[in-house]
């Protein structure tokens, strides 16, 4: 995929999200995300976020929340859905299509994967199948493998072979783990508690006791 493709990509997660939010209750909005501290509104006003994450913005949110990126992240998000009705935040939602911004250290893809991860993050919670697309989940999951931060996959899940069994991709050496490429991401972001039903092989009775159960709280790059 070339720099378009993948904003082309980006545009049309966004309308599948809105497409999930546009037939939820208000009682769904308030639902507990697979976020720690974020209810599924404040998932909506992340997302909403995060095509006005300029410099300035940043910073006075850095020093809000005294220099904690995850802190700030969950904060920013936490203090502008408590201001913002749910009919508002959909509003925003629907104003980001067609955003090319990135906000400083991120690419199009950080923004692609965003989208993919944070929709499950709503809709596994409300019971709601909201399918992600393999082609769009491989690339995600590249982009995020090696780096250390924030998510360290590749050095917490080095002791197992991942697999893809709907796309080519596979890493790793040890006992195999196996399952969609979506699941793979879910559990490269932490999301281990809604990646592990979905997976199977040798080392998922291992990665069990090995991965923390509890539900992550939202991934530190995407401001």
Known sequence: ?????????????????????????????RHASLCDRWQVRDVVAHVALSTHAHVGRILVNLVRARGNLDRMVCDTAVRHAARTSDRDLLGEVRGTV???????????????MDLLVHG?????????????PAETAQLALEHIWHPRFPFRAATKLAPYRLRAVDTDWAAGDGPLVEGPVSALLLLATGRDAAALP???GAGVTSLRRAVPREREGPPTESH
């Open 120 to 132: 499950q993050d709503i809709a596994v919670p409300l019971g709601l199948h909201h399918e992600m």
């Open 98 to 112: 067609g955003s090319r911004f990135t906000a400083v250290g991120t690419t199009p893809t950080d923004r692609l």
């Open 198 to 200: 979905q997976l199977r």
């Open 1 to 29: 995929m070339n720099s378009e493709d993948i904003w082309h990509a980006v545009d049309t997660e966004r309308r599948r999200l809105l497409q999930l939010l546009e037939q939820l209750s208000a009682s769904q909005w």
